[in-house]
């Protein structure tokens, strides 16, 4: 048994003892009242999920395990102490609970590393044998579907596992699954921009530095920026549509691929993970229609205004729980003044970060008109040089994976029942109404 699962075999034997002993002690508790506006506008603040890898707070923003973005990025172990934070640092701590060395960062990296040369060879004929003008996301969710005939789960539950076990071979495919994710990524990536010019894997890279080499934006930077956003994106407690749905996915004991892959189709969605892509369309657009990269504060409101009036949304401003501006737009947005502050995107993002809030506040039903974390997501990548915008949002469910398999493997350790909820009619939630 290798180091991470040991660690994560005592912590979990324990945690899954308390959970339920939670359920026997307090199982008749009762936690909140719902209401109808609630369940008829999606669940809002209805507590319905356990998720120990993240939690988010409204004003303050993402907290992994109780740590705030900046102190992660303080206290995560690096490669070079003024770079950013090694995502394998973050995987570790979402899984166990504790901050790693860099001896056992070092060590997923390379298992990781390892891993990833396990892909089987029909994966990359399902991939070519798609249009090359199919989506990324389209790609990459088929590569995950295909990559499910390797399961450790499938073969353990065929064979008979008694279900207490069930999170070691969870664990065995989470692993494989993150590992491969970067090289199938890149493999997409190069087919569908870069003349099917594949590079190598350099084992000797970590997870995300691998990456940027492999879809050949190779310099310390891009992988530096890697590094960042793969942290940034790795999980938003367990309600957003991507985890919710690789959860629910689960609980019927569908393996890591087949789990995942449903938490990517929800990615896909334009109000979800696909809006880093749409945020590139909505600037591309508005500087084509302005007929200038550095158009005014007022044309800018003009434009903004024309897009709600044309009854569509501001992509990138917006948030669901988030009720001030995001904090890893903020962080994105302090890396690229700090390391290109020149660059014309990025002050085009921050010249529309002054104009759209007022705009969005103004149409007195958007309950968070601030940035969050796609409105500036695009434009750094592009201002590094990875300018194809549809494979956006194939690289925020790659940094995904971290958090939602996580929670998958920590699903099976404390047993998560299948997941079923009652639904009810129109007619019922209208006697409801009266009733009340
Ligand atoms: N532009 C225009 N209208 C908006 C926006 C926006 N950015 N955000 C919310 N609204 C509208 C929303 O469509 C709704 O209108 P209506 O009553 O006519 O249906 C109204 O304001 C109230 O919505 P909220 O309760 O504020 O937002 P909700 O929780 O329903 O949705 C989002 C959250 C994120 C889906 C929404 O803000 C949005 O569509 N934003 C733009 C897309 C986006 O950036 N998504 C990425 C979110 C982050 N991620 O990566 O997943
Ligand atoms: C996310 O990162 O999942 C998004 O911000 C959406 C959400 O949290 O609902």
Partial sequence: MDQVKQR????????????????????????QEVTI???????KGVVALLTD???????EGIRFRGYSI????????????????????????????????KATVDFISQEWARRAQGIPDHVFKVIDSLPITAHPMIQFNTAILAMSTESHFRRAYMAGMDKKDYWDPMYEGVMDLISRLPVITAYIYRRCFHGQKHIKPDPSLDWAGNLAHMMGHSSEEAKRLMRLYMVLHADHEGGNVSAHATHLVGTALSNPYYSFSAGMNGLAGPLHGMANQEVMHWLEKLIKEIGTETPSVD??????????????????????????????????????????????????VSKI???????????????????????????LLSSYGIKEFP???????????????????????????LERPSSQTFDWFGEQGKNK
Avoid: C
Wanted: net charge negative.
């Fill in 8 to 31: 994560l075999k005592e912590v979990g034997e324990s945690k899954s003892e308390q959970l339920k002993e939670l359920v026997r002690e307090h199982g008749n508790k009762v936690l």
């Fill in 37 to 43: 506006g609630q369940v008829l506008s999606g669940m």
């Fill in 53 to 59: 890898t993240s939690k988010l707070d409204p004003s």
């Fill in 70 to 101: 900046p102190e992660l990025r303080a206290k995560l172990p690096k490669i070079k102490e003024d770079g950013e934070p090694l995502p394998e640092g973050l995987f570790y701590l979402m899984l166990i609970g504790e901050i790693p060395d």
């Fill in 299 to 348: 044309q800018i409101k003009d434009y903004a205004i024309t897009t709600l009036e044309q009854g569509r949304v501001i992509p990138g401003y917006g948030h669901a729980v988030l009720r001030k501006t995001d904090p890893r737009f903020s962080e994105q947005l302090d890396f690229a003044k700090k390391y290109i502050p020149d660059a014309p995107l990025i002050q085009l």
């Fill in 353 to 379: 970060y002054e104009v759209v809030p007022d705009v969005l506040a103004s149409t007195g039903k958007v309950k968070n008109p601030w940035p969050n974390v796609d409105a500036i997501s695009g434009s």
């Fill in 391 to 417: 494979i956006y949002t194939v690289l925020f469910g790659v940094s995904r994976s971290l958090g939602v398999l996580t929670s998958l493997i920590w699903d099976r350790i404390y047993g998560m029942p």
